[in-house]
């Protein structure tokens, strides 16, 4: 499998919730109104959360929330090439 890492710039987030219908394992709605990314790391460089993901069935339930996002705030990296992928 290839490595893939998501970033995700929460502060962009308009709180549809889309992230969190489609994948609920990676992507929760909390009280501010917003998305947070379970399990994600702020990089303290960028400012956006981080999570590398560990299957090629996460990579596919992700790249669905990226894809259905409003605001294309969520963005998924094959770090083998790369290429960014959403």
């Not at 929460?10 to 992507?27: D, H, K, L, M, T």
């Not at 299957?55 to 996002?69: G, L, P, Q, R």
């Amino acid at each position: 499998m290839a490595r893939y890492k998501i970033e995700y710039n929460r502060e962009s987030c308009i709180g549809a919730g889309v992230c969190a219908a489609v994948a609920p394992n990676f992507w929760k709605m909390v009280v501010d109104g917003k998305a947070d990314l379970v399990q994600g790391i702020k990089n303290p460089n960028t400012g956006l959360w981080e999570l590398f993901l560990e299957t090629e069935e996460d990579f596919k339930i992700n790249k669905e929330a990226a894809d259905a996002c409003p605001v294309t705030v969520i963005h998924i990296t094959n770090l083998d090439t790369g290429e960014k992928i959403v």
